[in-house]
């Protein structure tokens, strides 16, 4: 069941990432909030249902994604590569592709994107800070800096041509929290979407940085420059701690996956060769 009552509050959305795992959560709760709900991946979508247009494009084809924003109201834009990979990929999807998304939304009229970035911004944070959306980045792969570079080219496009962006700065979104990082980290579907519709329907939304996560009881994120996109956070990772707790010992506290926010991806990559 969606987790926000629905209504019809815009004509045309867009959902790119539609085929992957939280494209897969979203394409269910946001047709409630749209007369049409554009669906886009370079992988197979399956089946249109009522109200949904399912269009093939990789992020990178600049004609394409032109013709994609074509009569979009708002952009929910979780495509991209999700993890560390090698520069390349990377390059296509998340520089390259950003860019034509933010060029093909000046030239369609497109006026609020909330952008799928990552918590591996600001990965090299230690577990013992509380960081806010005013710290500088310090991403943990070229990953992150690849998100950091979608975050910046947003607020690029806001100063200069007034297109708002919220930039979700996603924790550990699954079903549950799978590890000790995730009690910290994790976002639950349900805020997932709580998210996503605050950061649509946000009365002003300008370019706002906000971290992706449930009301968790260990935390090492402030949300207090988001205040006026209006979250609110309604589960938590608490009620999973015991059992995470038990699954797994604690580990080596000097061990930098232990030390660091960004966890597993401290260690991950560059893949090039040297
Ligand atoms: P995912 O990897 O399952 O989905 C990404 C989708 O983008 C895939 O369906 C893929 O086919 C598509 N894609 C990749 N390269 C493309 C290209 N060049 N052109 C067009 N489409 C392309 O990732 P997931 O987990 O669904 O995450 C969605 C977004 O949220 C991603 O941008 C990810 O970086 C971000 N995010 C997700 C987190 C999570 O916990 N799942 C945490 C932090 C950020
Ligand atoms: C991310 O950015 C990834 O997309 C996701 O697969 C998770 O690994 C998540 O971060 C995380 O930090 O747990």
Redesign the pocket.
């Known amino acids: 069941m969606s987790a926000t009552s629905p209504s019809l509050l815009f004509g045309r959305l867009l959902l ?8 897969g959560v979203l394409r269910q709760r946001l047709k409630p909030h749209c007369a049409v709900l554009r669906l ?4 197979d979508l399956g089946e249109a249902a009522a109200g949904e247009e399912l269009v093939s ?4 084809d600049t004609d394409a994604v032109l013709a994609l924003l074509a009569g979009v109201d708002a952009v929910v ?7 560390e990979q090698p520069w390349a ?1 990377i390059l ?2 998340n520089i390259i ?1 950003v860019y034509n998304l933010y060029e093909a939304a000046r030239k369609q009229g497109v006026k609020r994107v909330v952008f ?5 911004v600001t990965g090299y944070y230690r577990q013992d800070e509380v960081i806010d959306a005013r710290n500088p980045v310090r991403p943990d792969g070229l ?1 992150g800096v690849s ?1 950091a570079f979608g975050e910046n080219l947003s607020r690029f496009y806001f100063d200069r041509y007034g297109i708002e962006t919220v930039c ?7 079903p549950e929290p799978r590890d000790r990082r995730m009690l910290a980290t994790w ?1 639950s579907h349900d805020d997932l979407e709580r998210l996503v519709v605050a950061c649509l329907t946000a009365p002003l939304a300008g370019h706002t940085v906000i971290f ?1 996560m449930s009301d968790n009881t260990t935390s090492w994120w402030d949300n207090r420059y988001a205040a006026h996109i209006g979250y609110r956070p309604q589960d938590s990772s608490e009620p999973f701690r015991a059992a995470v707790q038990t699954r797994q010992p604690q580990a080596d506290t000097t061990d930098p996956v232990v030390v660091y926010q960004g966890g597993g991806f401290v260690r991950l990559g560059p893949f090039d060769p040297v």
């Open positions: 790119t990432g539609a085929a992957g795992g939280l494209g886009s991946d370079l992988a494009a990789r992020l990178e834009h979780l495509g991209g590569v999700s993890t990929p296509q999807a592709g799928a970035s990552s918590n591996h990953y998100k979700l700065r996603i924790g550990s979104c699954l976002l992706g």
